[in-house]
């Protein structure tokens, strides 16, 4: 994986598979980390040996990030064999982000240089007591009269904080706070005065025990002016925007849990034998696992299609990436709960069935959903969205083209434009938006019978769904600190609408004469059995087939689908 030029493929390659004790990320190894709760220092090496640290760094900044999906998809090769190691040195990007959005280039390109020579970077937003509430954040930047800022205070519950050479710092600078109150610092732990500064200790945690999950307290540290990201005050600004990026790079770690998630399930009932046959021949166990590849799909086209959107649809990514981030973690976790059943006492045990490994991948992914802002969190950036959802749905504002370039990969998307990342989707969201153009895409080949029927019709009631759901976003008023339960049953709804659109436009981008579109009817049921009026039954018939076609060799899957051991 050199710089300037990105071998994915090869990378998935030489990471091995997890099966062998040999392999760098074996089920082994990672169980006697995770049981001595240390960090995989070794391994994350070896990674900056292999040159991932350098797809943190944006090409005009000398590192290797031209598109955003090839980032995810090396996340997830990670994530799919150990997310303790994936969670452990991706972090590095997250602690970047905030200045490719604002440093200025040539402080960008010197820590582009620090992270390819292997450097951990952290990303200090949260604080004690605090959460997620960025405002009430009481670390303390005072200006000093010459330049250069007197830093005061703690950031905690922060990955790498320890270990990370940088670290991004959320500061208050001004005393009464508000939106134009904080700023941000890098903090170069070399060039600080070390009796001014000194790590908090480890936190002991329930999953990732590995992970450096800890903190740094700043007694009037003093900061160089050098060390301003952005312009003074705009910090929470460009860290809302950051967000957008991270919380997209954050379900590639969810896509890695599906993919060890399924194999380890769909392996086990391979071999397990129950009343004289094997686990995987009862229909029940077919029916699971069939359904759990539709899971897997719909949350993968949607982390593909929102890494993408960074390029083509950035004035959108307010509401993509919140949707991403609340949908992708969510479904994956309902994703290893149905495989954990197969499993039986199988998913608790720490010394049988590869070392263990699904009870650590079920703890180390619950806290997936918590990073860069819960679920909860997510869903109130769509909540507040909903009345410019409704309006841009009314009006039919997309943009089918871009929309179109977001779904079509047979070709790259264009460069990224981070400076037209917007803290509001003004114009709402060209997927859901363009469902009617998508569906009626679809009646012509239907009609001429080379698309079955049930995908077209599928296609419609999802269309009507969306269009339904619309209307009741209309309804809603415009968001509070008091938020109704409601609002997030609309904001769940909302998230499968965009998961089936983006289903439908990748399929439709991307589908070869004469393809069965199994896959695209299986993600199209499983996402709309959430939308339906209760007590509609559900079909679930598809995924006894997609089963059946993928345990006989056949094409079922989307073309995101990038699982190569």
């Not at 240390?38 to 640290?53: S, T, V």
């Not at 009006?395 to 434009?417: N, Q, Y």
Request: proline residues 7%; contains cysteine.
């Amino acid at each position: 994986m050199d710089t300037g030029q990105v071998d994915l493929a090869g990378f998935d390659r030489a990471l091995g598979d997890p099966a062998d004790p040999a392999a760098l990320l074996s089920f082994a190894r990672s169980a006697e980390l995770d049981r001595g709760e240390r960090f995989p220092a070794d391994i994350c090496r070896e990674l900056d040996r292999m040159g991932l640290p350098s797809l943190y760094v944006p090409a005009e900044f000398g590192g290797a990030l031209t598109r955003y999906d090839e980032l995810v998809a090396a996340l997830r090769a990670v994530a799919r064999r150990d997310l303790t190691v994936a969670i452990g040195h991706g972090k590095t990007f997250l602690g970047g982000v905030c200045m490719w959005l604002a440093g200025r280039p040539e402080q960008a390109r010197e820590l582009g240089a620090d992270i390819i020579a292997g450097a951990p970077v952290s990303w200090g937003l949260t604080e004690r007591g605090h959460g997620s509430d960025l405002l009430a954040g009481e670390t303390t930047a005072t200006p000093e009269p010459g330049g250069g800022f007197r830093v005061h205070g703690e950031k905690w519950l922060i990955n790498n904080a320890t270990r990370g050479t940088l670290l991004c710092l959320l500061v208050r600078t001004r005393p009464e706070g508000g939106p134009r109150g904080f700023s941000l610092l890098l903090a170069d732990k070399r060039r600080l005065p070390a009796d001014r500064w000194r790590p908090l200790p480890k936190v002991p945690t329930h999953g990732i025990r590995g992970a450096d999950i800890s903190g740094i307290a700043l007694d009037d540290c003093p900061f160089p002016a050098d060390a301003l990201i952005g312009e003074q005050g705009a910090g929470l600004e460009i860290a809302l925007k950051a967000l957008q990026l991270t919380r997209t790079a954050c379900t590639a770690l969810s896509l890695g849990a599906a993919d060890q998630a399924v194999r380890l399930a769909e392996e086990f009932a391979a071999r397990r034998e129950l009343y004289g046959r094997r686990l995987v021949e009862l229909p029940h166990v077919r029916r699971v696992l069939g359904e759990a590849y539709a899971a897997l799909y719909a949350a993968e086209i949607v982390s593909v299609l929102a890494a993408r959107s960074v390029h083509t649809l950035p004035e959108e990514m307010a509401v993509i990436s919140a949707v991403a981030k609340s949908y992708v973690p969510t479904r994956v976790d309902e994703l290893i709960a149905a495989c954990g059943e197969l499993l039986g006492a199988r998913a608790f045990l720490t010394e049988v069935h590869e070392h263990g490994a699904f009870q650590k991948l079920e703890r180390d992914h619950r806290v997936v959903g918590i990073f860069d802002g819960s679920t909860f969190v997510n869903q109130h950036v769509l909540i507040n969205h909903f009345p410019v959802l409704a309006r841009g749905h009314q009006k039919g504002t997309a943009d089918e083209e871009a929309v179109g370039r977001t779904a079509d990969l047979s070709a790259p998307p264009p460069p990224a434009r981070l400076d037209r990342l917007s803290l509001l989707a003004r114009g709402g969201c060209g997927f859901t938006q363009s469902l009617h153009t998508a569906s009626g895409e679809l009646r012509a080949p239907a009609s001429a019978g080379e698309v079955p029927a049930r995908v077209a019709e599928l296609a419609e009631e999802l269309t009507n769904s969306c269009d339904r759901l619309h209307r009741e976003l209309a309804l809603i008023p415009p968001a509070s600190q008091d938020v109704q339960p409601e609002a997030f049953a609309l904001a769940s709804r909302y998230e499968q609408c965009f998961a089936g659109a983006a289903a439908l436009r990748l399929w439709l981008h991307n589908r070869t004469p004469g393809e069965d579109p199994l896959w695209l009817e299986a993600v199209l049921t499983y996402v709309l059995r959430s939308v339906r009026p209760p007590g509609q039954p559900t079909d679930g018939e598809v995924f006894d087939r997609l089963f059946d076609a993928r345990a006989a060799g056949r094409p079922a899957s989307p073309p995101t689908s990038v699982v190569t051991w």
